[in-house]
């Protein structure tokens, strides 16, 4: 049987290679890798602004991830910017944002990680959490703490005990979307895990399982996507 083909959502900003400086679509190579590791064939979805593209893109993937990144713009889901948020990334965002009300439209298997599971709340009616503290080990250096799954949930099928998982972020879901439901949380009671409720398999992780050893989140999704109808 072919692989499954992962859609996997980038930054866009200067690079510098070679001699050349210039805008780039980037991608930590720690999310491709993850993806080929857990029996996917990665593919890069730099932003694109056509309306009819998030569509046809979606047509043609098995499954769909949603990448960290930069802050989702605060008037995304209808609040004023804090001081601490960062600068926006508007095309992303706007793509983003197409992209997983395509997915979910078509029912394709979809991952937020990080960013992307912010993005998923903001996209369905959620709110965000500007700042949280204690998520980072300070500008560039990723932390690490607990996470416990909520019993019953996907998630919890997946990784049922406590899990220590690679942590990168000062923003989090606050009031979440109808149809999603919390799967998992930190010490701290932020929501760590998202999924909606249901029998689509759609699912958001606030940590960073690209930064560790732990596969069986981005497994969850390469098993389904193999398993889908469009196969």
């Known amino acids: 049987m072919t692989k499954p083909l992962i859609g996997v959502t980038t930054y866009v900003n200067p690079a510098a290679w070679g001699v050349w ?40 993937l098995d499954g769909l991830v949603i990448a960290g990144g930069a802050d989702v713009e605060p008037v995304r889901y209808g609040s004023d910017r804090d001081p601490r948020t960062g600068p926006p990334a508007r095309d992303r965002d706007a793509w983003e944002l197409m992209l997983v009300d395509a997915a979910l439209e078509a029912g394709l298997p979809l991952l937020g ?32 703490h607990r996470v416990r799954p909520v019993p019953g949930t996907r998630y919890a099928a997946l990784a049922p005990e406590p899990t220590d998982v690679p942590t990168y972020h000062h923003q989090a879901v606050d009031r979440l979307a109808d149809g999603l ?32 050893e732990d596969e069986r989140v981005m497994r969850g999704l390469v098993r389904v996507a193999e398993a889908g109808p469009r196969r």
């Not at 998202?194 to 560790?212: K, Y």
């Open 113 to 144: 990680i990080c960013r992307g599971m912010q993005v998923l709340n903001v996209a369905l009616g959620g709110t965000l959490v500007q700042h949280v503290d204690g998520h980072t080990g300070g500008v560039g250096v990723f932390s690490t």
């Open 21 to 60: 400086k210039l805008p780039a679509a980037l991608l930590p190579a720690a999310y491709p890798a993850l993806i080929q590791a857990s029996g996917g064939l990665a593919a890069m979805l730099p932003p694109d602004l056509d309306a009819a593209s998030a569509r046809a893109v979606v047509a043609r």
């Open 181 to 212: 439901i919390a799967s998992a949380h930190a010490d701290d009671g932020t929501v760590e895990a998202v999924e909606l409720a249901g029998d689509a398999w759609v699912l958001g992780v606030q940590w960073h399982p690209e930064m560790g």
